[in-house]
């Protein structure tokens, strides 16, 4: 995330409401299937601060434990409104990310980092699987460093000119000469998203069967801040966001305060982060959010 600010809070507002369809839909599937999840991050921050999202914030997150992300891609597409899809490696080519997006297909919410991919990015709600860390440390250092390799191939196959913050000059000029060589090094070679995914996979997924306290997010570049444990996790509870109503972990205070400190606390401008936008198209969505828009002015 960078602290580039959108033109105006209109905008934000406007991408809100379609961020609180794609977060509509998906609660409404996971309480059909019976599969447990809760918001994430800034997501989580926003439901118990402001009741919804962070006035500043421009996307949504979610996260799962593995066994119930992996049914929820098998299980979900069979009762999806046909509105929304799923995009991950097994659905979309070139695309660039370990986890899975809910998208809103035809609109486009393209931030300045992916820029320059071939995925083309819907407004989404981002999918992030957790995964069972063991408690000796070398071992769970050892899963960081080979997520973190095999997460940055996956995402340069995407994107062989990812958008750089403050960096510029003859060091810009260099990492993109690396980029670019690894990028299409992978493609000429033959190299598919598939197969960099499944070696993330191999890496994330070591004690799926064993039993731990703690998981991880291994789509961080920074796992250990992004631990949770079964206990603080489950079981979920619900609460109110914008319009929705939903799932939080069960201790979450604990959870927010490890991962954020003091996170009621609002930050200094110069903190107030989100992705620096460079396509934002509502597509047949623009009636809508004006509707909306008027609703409550």
Same mark, same amino acid.
């Given at each position: ?28 599937? /996971?309480?059909?299937?019976? =599969?447990?999840? /809760? ?30 992300? !992996? ?17 991950? *490696?097994? *659905? ?7 986890? $899975?997006? &809910?998208? %809103?297909?035809? *609109?486009?919410? =393209? ?9 083309? &990015? ?15 440390? $070398? ?34 000029? %260099? ?5 670019? %060589?690894?990028?299409?090094?992978? #493609?000429? *070679?033959? =190299?598919? $998203? ?10 994330? #997924? ?5 039993? /731990? ?22 079981? $979920? =509870? ?25 996170? &009621? ?5 110069? !903190? ?14 623009? !009636? ?7 609703? %409550?002015?």
């Amino acid at each position: 995330m960078t602290n580039t600010k959108y033109a105006n809070q209109q905008l934000l507002d406007d991408i809100h409401v379609l961020l609180e369809l794609i977060l509509g839909e998906f609660d409404r599937v /996971c309480r059909s299937l019976d =599969i447990p999840y /809760c918001i994430y991050g800034g997501t989580a921050i926003g439901a118990v601060r402001h009741k919804g999202f962070i006035p500043w914030d421009d996307d949504a997150d979610v996260l799962m434990r593995r066994s119930d992300y !992996q049914r929820f891609l098998a299980q979900a597409p069979k009762i999806l409104d046909s509105r929304f899809a799923l995009h991950n *490696t097994d *659905t979309v080519a070139d695309f660039p990310f370990m986890f $899975t997006k &809910m998208v %809103l297909l035809d *609109t486009l919410l =393209i931030p300045k980092f992916s820029k320059n991919s071939r995925y083309k &990015m819907p407004f989404f709600l981002d999918i992030l699987p957790v995964d069972n860390i063991p408690g000796d440390r $070398t071992a769970f250092n050892s899963m960081s460093r080979a997520s973190w390799l095999w997460g940055r191939l996956l995402f340069l196959r995407g994107i062989a000119r990812p958008y750089l913050v403050g960096v510029s000059g003859a060091k810009k000029a %260099l990492i993109y000469s690396a980029t670019t %060589l690894v990028h299409w090094s992978m #493609r000429l *070679t033959g =190299i598919k $998203t598939q197969f960099l995914q499944k070696q993330w996979e191999k890496a994330v #997924r070591r004690y799926e069967l064993t039993p /731990c306290e703690y998981m991880a997010d291994f789509t961080m570049r920074d796992p250990q801040n992004w631990v949770i444990s079964h206990a603080e996790l489950l079981p $979920t =509870i619900d609460m109110p966001f914008e319009s929705l109503n939903l799932k939080m972990p069960a201790q979450y205070d604990t959870w927010l305060r490890r991962g954020y400190g003091d996170y &009621m606390q609002l930050p200094p401008p110069e !903190q107030q982060r989100n992705h620096n936008p460079y396509v934002v198209d509502f597509g047949p969505y623009k !009636q809508l959010v004006e509707n909306r828009r008027r609703n %409550l002015s």
